[in-house]
């Protein structure tokens, strides 16, 4: 079982986003108000914190949502989830895996800073099967059926 740390938005895609604290994810379509909210299989997208501390190893400043990630967390071990695992996020939300990684936008606010993105090797994307509350300091587990 892991923790959410952050919870993140943006109104435009390719942005950073910034820590709201709370939100609420809509069933089939994502964290409401962020720009990647939709009817595809990217809804949110989940990035480790200790993702984001390898790149603060490196030297870089940086912070949930810098990523563009809508949901940091925080010892769950999100890269190694199999694509199909169900996540129960908060009180009452589901999420499915539906792609570890993505090709990165060669444009991207991080990579044109530091040259390097963690996101397209290590983060993890959903889609919301129920929706629900979330906020800062919720749960986050695997479901097993």
Known sequence: MGVIV???ASPEKGTRK???GTGMLVANHGLQGDAHAGSWHRQVSLLALESIEKMRE???D???GDFAENLTTKGIDLVNLPVGTRLAIGP???GEVTQIGKECHM???IRRLAGDCIMPREGVF???LT???VKEGDRIEVLTE
């Open 18 to 20: 910034k820590n709201m």
């Open 6 to 8: 952050a919870v993140c």
């Open 131 to 133: 929706g629900g509350p």
């Open 58 to 60: 490196l030297g870089l």
């Open 126 to 128: 959903v889609r919301i």
């Open 92 to 94: 009452e939300a589901i």
């Open 107 to 109: 444009g991207c606010e």
């Open 62 to 64: 940086v912070h949930p």
